[in-house]
């Protein structure tokens, strides 16, 4: 099993939760975000007063997966949050050691 974490730009998120749901992806978690990392921000204008943002608003997605959903998963993500611009964003993978529904009881792959 694995665990899928992205940082993606926030008005790709139905894209990304859409291609998930297509692949078979049974459940994700969102969370609002803000972060920087090639992109180092940006400048904006407010009532006449430029000011540096360094931090920019993204969405986190995670997800377990079994490992033979990892690829399409992957591509999955890949392919409905690109915009080709800086700030995309980036995929990790992790090694998901065990799960366990608390409702049922099941646990790994099962629990998925």
Do not use: C, N, W
């Not at 940006?42 to 079994?66: C, M, N, S, W």
């Not at 998901?96 to 099941?106: A, D, M």
């Not at 646990?107 to 998925?112: K, Q, V």
């Amino acid at each position: 099993m694995k665990f899928i974490t992205a940082i993606i730009k926030p008005f790709k998120l139905d894209e990304v939760r859409e291609a998930l749901s297509a692949i078979g992806v049974q459940g994700i978690t969102v969370t609002e975000v803000k972060g920087f990392g090639r992109q180092k921000g940006h400048t904006e204008l407010y009532r006449g007063a430029e000011y540096v943002v360094d931090f920019l608003p993204k969405v986190k997605i995670e997800a377990a997966v079994a490992d033979d959903i990892l690829e399409p998963a992957l591509e999955a993500i890949e392919k409905s949050a690109v915009t080709g611009k800086i700030g995309d964003g980036k995929i990790f993978v992790f090694e998901l050691e065990q799960v366990i529904r608390i409702r049922t009881g099941e646990t790994g792959a099962d629990a998925l």
